[in-house]
């Protein structure tokens, strides 16, 4: 995202665009990735009370709280563009709040990687993380990404 100084990201956030929905989709590549054709769209603000949920030196990813709406809703798989999108919206919200804040931190990309676009980048994630009991790794010579490392074992189960 860009201009984020410019935007108000907690309007975006109660901004439901119709949704909670579902969308039945054909394409067999898709349907053989996701395993099913029923897919769900929640609204930004599920994202917010679910990244609300992670306590303290435990974290989730976006996969999880995906599969996480796909059991609730009774869908085969939960949108992943948007899932991000909503992820970053959530992050950016909390930031510009006094109070109430969102431990958006806390929820990462798959396989335990940081993500770039939140508030700060990597670095105020990494401080954040650090400072809950995480040790963060470097991956990578000319792409560099950082992790949690072993993040299954502080993953916090949604039930």
């Not at 860009?2 to 949704?19: I, Q, R, V």
């Not at 929640?42 to 059991?71: C, N």
């Not at 510009?96 to 806390?106: F, I, L």
Request: charged share 30%; hydrophobic share 35%; proline share 5%.
């Amino acid at each position: 995202m860009a201009n984020e100084d410019k935007k108000d990201f907690n309007a975006m956030l109660h901004d439901n665009k119709d949704m909670p929905k579902f969308q039945i989709i054909t394409d067999q590549k898709s349907i053989e990735k996701y395993g099913g054709s029923k897919m769900y769209f929640a609204p930004p603000i599920d994202y917010d009370k679910v990244m609300k949920k992670v306590p303290y030196g435990k974290i989730i990813t976006v996969g999880e709280i995906r599969k996480y709406f796909a059991k609730l809703s009774g869908a085969d798989f939960t949108e992943p563009i948007t899932a991000g999108i909503f992820v970053s919206i959530v992050a950016w919200a909390s930031y510009q709040r006094s109070e109430d804040e969102t431990p958006y931190w806390r929820t990462l990309k798959a396989n335990g990687e940081l993500n770039p676009k939140y508030p700060n980048g990597i670095e105020a994630q990494k401080e954040k993380l650090e400072a809950e009991g995480h040790i963060i790794i470097q991956k990578g010579r000319k792409n560099i990404r950082y992790y949690v490392k072993d993040y299954e074992s502080s993953l916090f189960d949604l039930k």
